[in-house]
């Protein structure tokens, strides 16, 4: 996802660029009225959103602190749910409640369908040939519709079943071995879901044993570092320079040039595989007069179109022209990255802080199993198809969502034209962030508990979070709105099913529930800053 603003401020850039700037500012603070939402106007009195007051230059950058997300929410209580701040000069409009985010993403959806378009990200993501950052236009009608309907389709994420089943047992053996010792459950998580992500898109998973593999997962992590750090020159362009200065626009150029030549090296290797047996099918092709039965979409020859990866997909859609307009290489480099930046992370935060919040919720644990193991009825597996019937663990995992949104300010939108919304009148260019995590702690849409961990309150309830219920909308709505979600749940709902299934769990010896340490960490996904240790027994049926 790339969401510059995400983490905003780290407590080192504050001192150095808010310190020297307070005292050189003596104008002090000022109401941001209508020439910041509207400079061309002069003449017509235009109705904004209230604004929390501002400094000079940085806006309300030195407010944000180490979780924008708890410090907007705060704010919010006391300008509204649509309040306007400054990063920066950049005016953003942050939403914080549900009727509002249903007026953004639904009611002028069409409207904020564009991205901001910060330097740090462009140069990560291709110069925007990716799908989450490409601006909204025919280019990123064309490769969502690729993503949406080839690669993350319901059939497609069936077809990885057998790469969920293989990367569960290699879990569970994970764990079963270290019983009784406490395992990092953290750890094995982000493991498990780095290998499905790579299998899935690149056909094979790159382990930490190998070289290549530690190169891998190192520069995984500085890439979705990066996109989570927020530039300074795109909010504060005459302190560009700092990014020279700190050598962050050096580090942005060594990740992307390696990045590049890792998705180069897969996507040739994916070429000469994908040659062989299309050359062998062509001269078939050729010399057979009945050609209709010929298969695009199986071109490894061996009927068995199941086994493709993405990058396999991508190529044959470029190949056979399939796509309906030119697929470039460029192009299919960035959408992988983008499977990697928006679905490693995001995928195993959820599964982290479920299990956190089970541990910390020992009833709700035992309710979960107790549906788990009745579904089972003593085999050793949940499957696929027995997760329709779970409807306790759909609960656990709405409720995790709703408390503990992996990407808390989703992913900024851009207004495309000027607008009108709920009476405010905001210009085009206007930046607007979904605090989805205020939004699923909003005591107007969850009662009087909204911090408890309480998934009952989803049973017999039809809220969901696939973009239509805006009061639980961890991975937003509309066109913009995640293309991942079956992917990610896939995955998830069958882990979490078979960890419960397969072994009684607690936390380490001498510690109590309420010891439990909650940080979150900064970044572009929130997941915990500690990572979490469980000790598990294997359960006999
Ligand atoms: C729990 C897991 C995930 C969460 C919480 C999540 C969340 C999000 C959010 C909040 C957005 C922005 C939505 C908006 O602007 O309304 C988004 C966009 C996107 N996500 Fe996900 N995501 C997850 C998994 C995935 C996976 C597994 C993939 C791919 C394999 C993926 C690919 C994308 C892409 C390509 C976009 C950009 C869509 C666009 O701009 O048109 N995500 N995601």
């Given amino acids: 996802m790339s969401i510059e603003t995400q983490e905003m401020v780290p ?4 001192s150095i660029l808010v310190i020297p700037l307070l005292s050189l500012l003596v104008i002090g603070w000022r109401r941001t009225r209508v020439t910041a939402i509207h400079p061309s106007s002069t003449t017509q009195k235009r109705r904004v ?17 180490t979780y924008p997300h708890k410090t907007l929410q705060t704010l919010s209580r006391r300008y509204g749910p649509f309040m306007l701040v400054h990063m920066g000069r950049a ?37 925007g040939k990716d799908v989450s950052l490409a601006p909204y236009g025919e280019y990123w009608r064309q490769m969502r519709s690729l993503c949406v309907l080839q690669l993350l389709n319901n059939k497609r994420v069936q077809s990885f079943r057998f790469v969920r089943q293989e990367e569960l047992a290699q879990l569970v053996k994970r764990i079963g071995d270290a019983s009784p010792t ?7 998580f982000a493991t498990l879901t780095n290998s499905v992500v790579c299998r899935a898109a690149l056909g094979r998973k790159y382990n930490e044993d190998e070289a290549i593999g530690r190169r891998f997962k190192n ?16 909010l504060i362009p005459s302190l560009g320079w700092i990014n020279k200065l700190n050598g962050s626009d050096k580090k942005v150029e060594r990740v992307a040039k390696e990045f590049d030549d890792f998705l180069e090296q897969v996507v040739e290797e994916h070429v000469s595989k994908l040659n062989k047996p299309y050359q062998q099918e062509e001269r078939k092709y050729n010399n057979d007069d009945n050609n209709s039965t010929r298969n695009n979409n199986d071109s490894d020859g061996d009927g068995d179109s199941d086994k493709k990866d993405f990058v396999d997909v991508l190529l044959e859609f470029q190949r056979d022209n399939l796509a309906g307009f030119p697929l470039s290489k460029l192009s299919i480099k960035a959408i992988i ?3 990697f930046s928006g679905g490693t992370d995001t995928t195993y935060t959820v599964l982290e802080w479920a299990m956190t919040e089970l541990l910390r919720h020992p009833k709700v644990m035992e309710n979960l199993q107790k549906e ?10 949940i499957t696929d198809e027995d997760l329709d019937r779970l409807h306790y663990l759909k609960a656990v995992v709405k409720e995790t969502l709703r408390l503990h949104p992996p990407l808390p300010l989703l992913v900024p939108r851009v207004a495309t034209r000027d607008v009108t ?9 206007t930046m607007v962030i979904i605090n989805a995590w205020a939004i699923g702690r909003n005591p107007d849409s969850w009662g009087p508990d909204p911090d408890e961990f309480k998934p009952e309150r989803f049973l017999g309830n039809p809220v969901d979070y696939n973009g239509q219920n805006f009061e639980l909308i961890p991975f937003g709505a509309g066109r913009r709105g995640c293309p991942g979600i079956a992917f990610a749940m896939a995955t998830d709902n069958f882990v979490l099913a078979n960890l419960m299934l397969r072994f009684d769990w607690a936390l380490p010896p001498g510690m109590r529930a309420e010891d439990l340490d909650m940080t979150q960490c900064t970044g572009l996904t929130i997941h915990r800053k500690v990572p979490l240790l469980a000790v598990a027994t294997p359960h006999s049926s």
């Fill in 11 to 14: 407590s080192l850039l504050i």
């Fill in 49 to 65: 959103p209230p604004s929390a007051p501002t400094l000079p230059v940085i806006g309300n950058l030195h407010q944000l602190g």
């Fill in 91 to 127: 005016p953003a409009l942050i939403v914080s409640s549900a009727r509002l985010a249903g007026e953004v993403m639904k009611t002028h959806d069409i409207v904020f369908s564009d991205r901001p378009q910060g330097s740090t990200a462009r140069r990560l993501l291709y110069d």
């Fill in 182 to 188: 406490p395992v990092d459950i953290s750890d094995a």
């Fill in 219 to 234: 520069l995984l992590a500085e890439f979705v570092g990066l996109l989570g750090v927020f530039n300074v020159g795109d």
């Fill in 337 to 339: 990255l983008d499977v």
């Fill in 372 to 381: 788990v193991r009745e579904v089972a009825k003593g085999r050793l597996n």
């Fill in 421 to 429: 919304v709920d009476g405010y009148d905001l210009a085009a260019g």
